[in-house]
């Protein structure tokens, strides 16, 4: 993939809303010589009466290429950082992503760290924003055990992180079978004691999964819970109470997920 010497047309390009969607569609502007005006997921865009875009179905094989061309011209941490940055679900990130790849097949050296660049700068800032929401998750999921000896969790991150999230528990809790709910998202991950799987649910289940009942809990999680609640207590001395520093490190959004909180 080369960038052309001489100004390129413009068009949208429409994509699946995956990742590799993105990148295919990345691949579709260098072989079509058209550069992107922008780029949008097909399932939220309204076609405009002088806009005729540009649809692209994913194909895996042109995405790992230009995965493949960034990790080439920068390394494997630029990659991952886009991949990151891409979940982020923020408004442009798909320009941004695309505007990085174009400068990096372009450049003769290393791009990744020149944080002069408006665009490389602002991605190094979203894929810190994405560390920090990981971390939270790390910290503030809580499994309840239930009737059949699963452990459930729910959570609502502001970023859709869900991705970056199996590695680790599959770490921490490898004896166990367990569920990690996006309700905002409405999937989720499933971890089986041998690998984790992505998982979606109707609409009924969806609803009964965003807070279990006490029916579907194991009659001993109720217990647990009160008990992790009390010691919660005891060690909250009243006194040294700092709501501020506390809702820093534990901001409010948090809190209904947390069996402290509930």
């Known amino acids: 993939m080369r960038e052309s010497l001489y100004p390129l047309p413009l068009s949208r390009y429409l994509y699946d809303g995956t990742y590799e969607g993105l990148l295919s569609a990345i691949f579709e502007s260098y072989r079509l010589k058209v550069q992107a005006a922008g780029f949008q997921a097909e399932d939220t865009f309204s076609e405009g009466l002088f806009e005729s875009p540009i649809q692209v179905a994913t194909n895996l094989e042109h995405a790992e290429r230009v995965r ?66 990981v971390h939270r998750m790390h910290a503030f999921v809580r499994f309840q055990r239930t009737a059949d000896n699963l452990y459930y969790a729910v959570i609502e991150p502001d970023f859709n992180v869900l991705p970056l999230l ?35 649910f109707d609409v009924d289940n969806h609803r009964k999964l965003q807070q279990l009942s006490k029916d579907i809990l194991q009659t001993e999680e109720e217990d647990y819970q009160t008990l992790w609640k009390d010691y919660y207590t005891s060690v909250n001395i ?25």
């Not at 770490?171 to 979606?200: C, L, M």
């Not at 009243?238 to 909180?261: A, G, I, M, S």
């Open 68 to 133: 493949q061309g960034v990790i080439r011209k920068t390394s494997l941490q630029a990659a991952q950082m886009l991949y990151r940055c891409f979940l982020s679900e923020q408004t442009g990130i798909e320009l941004l992503i695309y505007n990085f790849v174009k400068m990096a097949m372009a450049s003769t050296e290393n791009i990744e760290d020149n944080y002069g660049d408006a665009t490389i700068l602002k991605l190094h800032q979203i894929n810190k924003q994405i560390g920090r929401e």
């Open 166 to 200: 199996g590695e680790h528990f599959e770490k921490r809790y490898p004896a166990q079978s367990w569920i990690i709910y996006d309700s905002r998202r409405h999937y989720g991950i499933f971890y089986n004691q041998e690998k984790v799987e992505y998982v979606t």
């Open 238 to 262: 009243p006194e040294r109470r700092n709501l501020k520093v506390h809702l820093q490190h534990v901001p409010k959004r948090y809190w209904k997920y947390l069996t402290e909180k509930f």
